[in-house]
T-cell receptor, first 113, second 112 residues
């Protein structure tokens, strides 16, 4: 059974640019959530999607957005990149997004220069 | 606001030692507590705990939850160098679906 797949694995962008990251969940999982991991702040919740609807959003600026497609694949977008956006971005999939466990992908390492 | 605190933040032991990692939490409408191991990138799932006092075991790892005192422990017996990793505790609760609140993690280093 394939795990959670995130692409690309690594990304280098310049300040002011925008970036799109992709997450393909485990087959049958309808919930996809996104996290930002930095050495200083640890893992912080960005947002969660279930059946193409955003159900929950963390405390991040509006530059961070996402969406989910009918096949449950999800994308997150960061516009007007700042140096502080450099982080490991992880997505997690779950059958229904509550009390059913979450499986994480290997993440996308974003570096903003 | 949900809060998860792990201790110690780092731990250095030798192979064969037994370690206990702690996780305390404050969350409204608690639903579950999860433990993950993170070595390189992807946190890998260890345990999900929902009921107090029921120990979950997997090989040399075990974990238990105390919902009255709001904490959980993760025990690793007969540690091996392959146990070196960051151990993350997360809670799921409130009215928020699909959201885990993580602790800072415990960095475990096991020397040969």
């Amino acid at each position: 059974k394939a795990g959670v797949t995130q692409t690309p694995r690594y990304l280098i962008k310049t300040r002011g640019q925008q970036v799109t990251l992709s997450c393909s969940p485990i087959s049958g999982h309808r919930s996809v959530s996104w996290y930002q991991q930095t050495p200083g702040q640890g893992l912080q919740f960005l947002f969660e999607y279930f059946s193409e609807t955003q159900r929950n959003k963390g405390n991040f600026p509006g530059r961070f957005s996402g969406r989910q497609f009918s096949n449950s694949r999800s994308e997150m977008n960061v516009s007007t990149l700042e140096l502080g956006d450099s982080a490991l971005y992880l997505c997690a999939s779950s059958p229904r997004g509550e009390e059913s466990g979450y499986t994480f992908g290997s993440g996308t390492r974003l570096t903003v220069v | 606001e949900d809060k998860v605190v792990q201790s110690p933040l780092s731990l250095v032991v030798h192979e064969g030692d037994t370690v206990t990692l702690n996780c305390s939490y404050e969350v409204t409408n608690f639903r579950s507590l999860l433990w993950y191991k993170q070595e390189k990138k992807a946190p890998t799932f260890l345990f999900m705990l929902t009921s107090s006092g029921i120990e979950k075991k997997s090989g040399r790892l075990s974990s238990i939850l105390d919902k009255k005192e709001l904490f959980s422990i993760l025990n690793i017996t007969a540690t091996q160098t392959g146990d070196s990793a960051i151990y993350l505790c997360a809670v799921e609760g409130g009215t928020s679906y699909g959201k885990l609140t993580f602790g800072q993690g415990t960095i475990l280093t096991v020397h040969p």
